[in-house]
């Protein structure tokens, strides 16, 4: 052995003595492999992404070639009948109008309205697929107030066909205040005439290889005129918006 070497021996822990100017070497740093892994990552999501548009896409197409070739045409909906089943008026004075007497107070405060009317609608496919309508809600209304509600639950029309669609309107003591009351009661003492209008949204899907169109909407707009001595309707006119989507 040299006279000036040194032996170096290891410590319990696996380190070296410093001998004479001379150091262990640092330990070797490991860094974790997160790039890599991240960038591989991103790359099957960017995948996935344009797998799912291009499938989207695809459907998409697939279903507006199918549609431009059904061309569909806007349902028509149509009320046919209005039958007054009962229809009364009385006042908050002893004089009162219940349909069989004519008897009118010169200024009444309030009065109380009760109607029950019988709506027939004919629903008129003209496609060549079938259309699946939602559920309909009809409002009648007198001067602009709201006096009751119907409501006619969904159901589905074959292709080619007409069907027949039934409603009720109750109004069961609808109370006016002096203004409108006065209205209502010239208009059905003195003219025998009372205009009321019946307003509603129809929604309807039409359905192709089981598939539904985006929703379509068809409102009816009808002013009919009611004459309280006979209990009938003496005017019906009904008008249609176009189709809104």
């Known amino acids: 052995m040299p006279p000036h070497a040194r032996e170096i021996r290891p410590t319990p822990n696996g380190d070296h003595h410093r001998r004479h100017g001379l150091s262990a070497a640092p330990p070797l740093a490991y860094y974790p492999r997160s790039s890599s892994s991240s960038a591989s990552f991103k790359g099957c999501c960017c995948c996935l992404f344009l797998l799912s548009s291009f499938l989207l896409l695809l459907v998409l197409a697939v279903f507006l070639i199918i549609f431009l070739a059904v061309k569909p045409e806007r349902p028509q909906f149509d009320l046919q009948q209005v039958g007054v089943q009962y229809m009364g008026i009385s006042t908050s004075n002893p004089s009162s109008l219940d ?47 709201p006096l009751g509600k119907a409501s006619v639950p969904g159901f589905y029309q074959e292709a080619h066909s007409t069907r027949n669609v039934e409603a009720t309107i109750a109004v069961d003591r609808a109370n006016l205040m002096q203004a409108d009351a006065a209205d209502l009661i010239r208009d059905a003492s003195l003219s025998d005439r009372v205009q009321l209008r019946v307003l509603g949204d129809v929604g309807a899907k039409i359905r192709v290889l089981d598939f539904d169109s985006p929703g379509v909407q068809v409102s009816v707009d009808c002013a009919i005129v009611i004459s309280p001595r006979k209990q009938s309707i003496t005017d019906k006119q009904c008008g249609f918006d176009g189709l809104s989507v």
């Open 99 to 145: 349909g069989t007497s004519t008897a009118v107070s010169p200024s009444p405060t309030t009065a109380s309205f009760s109607l029950t009317i019988h709506l027939l609608f004919t629903a008129v496919n003209p496609n060549k697929v079938g259309i699946k309508y939602g559920e309909s809600r009809f409002t009648v209304m007198y001067r602009g107030i």
